[in-house]
């Protein structure tokens, strides 16, 4: 059995927290300035000296400071003989930092597959049809075997399924334009955060955060996170996605003597600002069902009230440092923070957090059996470590230093969904065919004057041309398929030349006219003569007496009157 954690003291003892029980949970709350990240500090370094891996997101850079080893200063000097305590073993924990921006850490990246609709919608602020849209953006991409690594992935599938809308709508349902434009909008915004270096791979293994170091000491993640509080809800998804991967990966474990991972969530508030409800029951879910896969979660925030009441009766270990009751709602949290305590019959609540100065807070941790402890007033522990920031060349020798140097810094770009639908729209014109060459008018050569009529006269294919490859038919894969090419047809057997008559020239002239009549006018590169047009050549071309000629004249003279 692991000894219990000491956190704070007060007149009757210290104050510890049970390594077998700090995965059912917790809460440090109190106004600013108060100590809540001192207290985290302690926290987490007792936790770290059991071979507990710990996560914090480092909000004002102080955290930093668990990385070096702290020394005596006049003011700890000072509170430790206030306190009657001696001076503690001063020791660095094992630390590894991390940044979404590459900058202070090792980057921190994760894939929009991974990350999915419910989250990214939270992340792009989208309203339920937009959610809708994207949850059937994923499911399309999904169907047709197209990876969502990052954001310019998810920009080429939102064009392609608004450019193709009409063709998924029978399947996926409707897709409306406005929607499409939305989440295009809402990325561009995420994009001019750093949500392009936060999207793609290499993907954070969860692992890489579950390390200990040679010492068995548990590895104390750090965030650095005061450039990404500008972007609150990058922050806050972030975080949620985390502790979700944390819940989906991690196998069932029951009770252990320690947990296997502590989660801290600093600015806890973020997590919980207009956020929708189908959100807010996963964060419940999590925090419920985690405890049992051996992870314990610790909200860090000012007000009590700032975390669900579903989510707050989950927490079962609690330290509250001073509230200040200067407004209405103040005195509200107040109250309610009271009521949340383990009455102390030798101690009023209410009255004692108005009260508590910089660096005490009143702690509830749970007993052996699982049930909260009274309420105590205490005075938290000076940490080993450094209380405050290392110097940037400090930083920089502790991420070279670190069991992950080098895994993450290189950014892989494979083949995914913009590839794949940019190459298919590159590939489409160089596939399509070359139409045949077709004859002009100049070169065309006329057609046979003593040509006979043939069986395909009325309506057959002998005639017709082959179609042009822009009009050719495409199937649903989008692949142009080749144009159809026209049959090839019997030739006619060749007949000789008809004997020239007296006319001298009458059926040339005859033909033109019946040409410019039924709508085939001279010229060599003509269409296939329609059968009326073929029996008045015909019936010309049979008549040779002058009488004949002059009948034939006079009855195409009677229809060209008509016209």
């Known amino acids: 059995m692991i000894n219990p954690l000491p956190i704070a003291t007060h007149s009757g003892g210290q104050l510890c927290l049970l390594p077998q029980l700090a995965n059912r949970h917790g809460c440090i709350t109190g106004a600013t ?21 710990v996560f914090m997101a480092d909000v004002k850079g102080d955290l930093s400071g668990l990385g070096k080893a702290g020394s005596a200063s006049p003011k700890t000097t000072a509170r430790l003989a206030q306190l009657g305590l001696p001076e503690p073993a001063w020791a660095a924990a094992p630390v590894a930092f991390w940044d979404v921006y590459g900058e202070k850490g090792h980057p921190v990246r994760a894939t929009i597959s991974d990350m999915g609709p419910l989250m990214l919608a939270r992340m792009l602020n989208l309203n339920d049809t937009q959610q809708g849209v994207l949850q059937l953006v994923f499911k399309i991409a999904d169907d047709h075997g197209l990876l969502l690594l990052d954001t310019k992935d998810l920009r080429a599938m939102l064009q392609h399924v608004g450019e193709n809308a009409a063709q998924f709508k029978t399947e996926y349902g409707n897709i409306s334009a406005a929607s499409v434009g939305a989440i295009q909008r809402g990325l561009i915004a995420i994009d001019e955060q750093g949500g392009d270096q936060f999207f793609g791979e290499p993907m954070l293994n969860i692992e890489d955060w579950m390390q200990t170091d040679a010492q068995g000491r548990g590895i104390i993640n750090i965030l650095a996170a005061d450039r990404l509080m500008n972007a609150p809800r990058l922050y806050s998804t972030f975080l949620l996605w985390m502790l979700s991967e944390l819940f989906e990966h991690l196998p069932e474990v029951g009770d252990l003597d320690k947990p296997k991972m502590a989660f801290f969530f600093d600015e806890a508030h ?212 080749s144009p159809r090419q026209p049959q090839p047809q019997p030739q006619p057997q060749q007949q000789p030349a008809p004997q020239q008559n007296d006319g001298g020239g009458l059926g040339d002239l005859l033909k033109d006219a019946a040409g410019g009549i039924f709508g085939n006018g001279g010229g060599g590169n003509r269409r296939s003569d329609s059968p009326l047009q073929a029996m008045v050549k015909s019936a010309a071309r049979s008549i040779g007496s002058q009488v004949g000629r002059e009948l034939i004249r006079g009855v195409l003279g009677s229809l060209m009157k008509k016209r």
């Open 270 to 481: 973020l997590l919980f600002d207009e956020a929708p409800k189908p959100l807010l029951q996963k964060i419940e879910q999590v925090v419920r069902l985690i405890r049992s896969k051996g992870v314990g979660v610790y909200f860090v925030t000012q007000n009590p009230l700032d975390i669900p009441d579903t989510v707050l009766g989950q927490l079962g270990n609690r330290v509250q440092h001073a509230l200040r009751a200067y407004t209405p709602r103040d005195q509200k949290a107040v109250t309610a923070a009271a009521e949340t305590f383990r009455p102390n019959p030798m101690l009023n609540t209410a009255k004692a957090i108005t009260e508590l100065g910089v660096g005490e807070a009143l702690v509830s941790f749970l007993d052996e059996k699982g049930r909260p402890n009274v309420v105590e007033r205490g005075y938290v522990l000076t940490p080993a470590s450094q209380i405050g920031p290392v110097t940037d060349d400090e930083r920089r020798a502790l991420i070279a230093s670190s069991l992950v140097a080098g895994v993450y810094e290189q950014v892989i770009d494979r083949e995914s969904a913009y590839e794949r639908l940019k190459g298919r729209a590159v590939q489409q014109p160089q596939a399509a065919p070359e139409p045949a060459p077709q004859a002009s008018p100049q070169t065309a050569p006329a057609p046979a004057p003593a040509a006979p009529v043939d069986d395909n006269a009325w309506g057959a294919s002998a005639g017709r041309s082959a179609p042009s490859p822009t009009t050719s038919s495409r199937p649903a894969g989008g692949t142009r398929m």
């Open 33 to 53: 300035g108060t100590g809540k990240t001192v207290t985290l500090q302690v926290l987490a370094q007792a936790l770290s000296d059991i071979g507990v891996p």
